[in-house]
């Protein structure tokens, strides 16, 4: 699992929503103010996300349905 994950104290019943606003509020404001980080920011999210897809399986809770 994802040492940046663990930090964000999550627990794994969190929404994937929770998850990335969580990861938004502990980025400095200078690195969200770079434009140019935008592709690093997204995989930032993208992998945090995938460590808390294997928290949830690690855990066995069932994911929410993707709508759409």
């Not at 964000?8 to 980025?27: E, H, Q, Y």
């Not at 460590?51 to 949830?56: G, R, S, T």
């Amino acid at each position: 699992m994802s040492r940046v994950y663990q930090n964000l104290g999550l627990p794994p019943d969190a929404s994937p929503l929770t998850v990335v606003r969580t990861a938004i509020r502990r980025l400095h404001p200078d690195t969200l103010a770079v434009r140019s980080w935008r592709e690093a920011r997204k995989r930032y999210y993208r992998d945090l996300l995938q460590a808390h897809a294997a928290a949830q399986a690690a855990a066995k809770i069932p994911q929410p349905a993707e709508a759409g």
